[in-house]
């Protein structure tokens, strides 16, 4: 009788784990998820707002020809080619801000302000989504969640080649 109730504890105290394991993976899937969501969001915008520096009078006609390609590729692109989209993107805002910008008026200057507070929450989001991505790789390496396939078939997540340019 002694055996079989700690035989029945230790079966319980496993399912205990298994069940608290999965639920942690799932948390650590959807912390991943969100963090995508909110750096996707703030790249769109830095897009958005390329995209009025293009159209302003900050730019010559050429910067603003690159300014606005890039905008639209880093905006419209697909999961695969993200990376180098953004990474033009970044690219491109970098020549343009090294060449100077001395005859900025006030709303160009508001611009530029703003793509350099986006810029700052960009480098945030990407650090949130970096970790929480190491995080879940983590998990997902641990030998029970492998064994009892407590992934299930959610993708394992990765970090993008622009998260560790300069922006």
């Known amino acids: 009788m002694k055996n079989l109730l700690t035989f029945s504890f230790l079966i319980l105290l496993g399912i205990w784990y298994l069940s608290f394991s999965a639920t942690r993976l799932d948390r650590l899937h959807h912390r991943v998820e969100t963090s995508w969501a909110n750096l996707d969001v703030l790249l769109q915008k830095r897009a958005a707002i390329?995209?009025?520096?293009a159209h302003s009078d900050l730019a010559d006609p050429a910067s603003s020809m690159l300014l606005t390609g890039a905008a639209y590729q880093a905006r419209d692109a697909d999961v695969e080619n993200r990376s180098m989209a953004e990474s033009g993107l970044s690219g491109a805002l970098g020549l343009l801000i090294a060449d100077g910008l001395p005859h900025a008026s006030a709303p160009e200057q508001?611009?530029?302000?703003e793509l350099s507070v986006l810029t700052s929450k960009i480098r945030i989001a990407i650090s949130i989504h970096t970790d929480a991505v190491s995080s879940t790789q983590m998990v997902r390496r641990k030998f029970v969640v492998k064994v009892f396939r407590l992934a299930g078939t959610a993708p394992l997540p990765v970090t993008y080649e622009f998260e560790s340019d300069v922006l």
Do not use: N, R
């Not at 390329?50 to 520096?53: N, T």
């Not at 508001?110 to 302000?113: D, E, F, G, S």
């Open 50 to 53: 390329a995209l009025e520096i």
């Open 110 to 113: 508001a611009l530029l302000q």
